[in-house]
């Protein structure tokens, strides 16, 4: 499995950003049975999970963007979405996909979102 994010950039504080992510090479039916999530690791600081999202749909966030991000998934395409609203520079990290709650598949090489105040 090869996952392959994107959508990130330079933003404005206030602004927004739709991230997505496709799970290459992932058997579409292992795809479907997993829980997804989003993850980011801001510089110096460790990898920390974002949102998440059950096979079927339930979702959770983090205190910190709860209210502001929302997860979704497409299982016949194998993406993860992540729409982000109301940016601010705290929100400003390398963003991460990946199953969940035990990460199994190879980590890529996220996208890249900068908030500027």
């Known amino acids: 499995v090869q996952l392959q994010a994107s959508g990130g950039g330079l933003v404005q504080a206030g602004g927004s950003l739709r991230l997505s992510c496709k799970a290459s090479g992932a058997i579409t039916s292992v795809f479907n049975s997993k829980a997804v999530a989003w993850f980011r690791q801001a510089p110096g600081k460790q990898r920390e999970l974002v949102a998440s999202?059950?096979?079927?749909?339930?979702?959770n966030y983090a205190d910190s963007v709860n209210g502001r991000f929302t997860i979704s998934r497409d299982n016949a395409n194998k993406k993860t979405y992540l729409q982000m609203n109301s940016l601010k520079p705290e929100d400003t990290a390398i963003y991460y996909c990946?199953?969940?709650?035990?990460?199994?598949?190879?980590w890529g090489q996220g996208t890249l979102v900068t908030v500027s105040s």
């Open positions: 990946n199953n969940y709650p035990d990460p199994s598949w190879p």
């Open positions: 999202s059950t096979r079927v749909g339930t979702t």
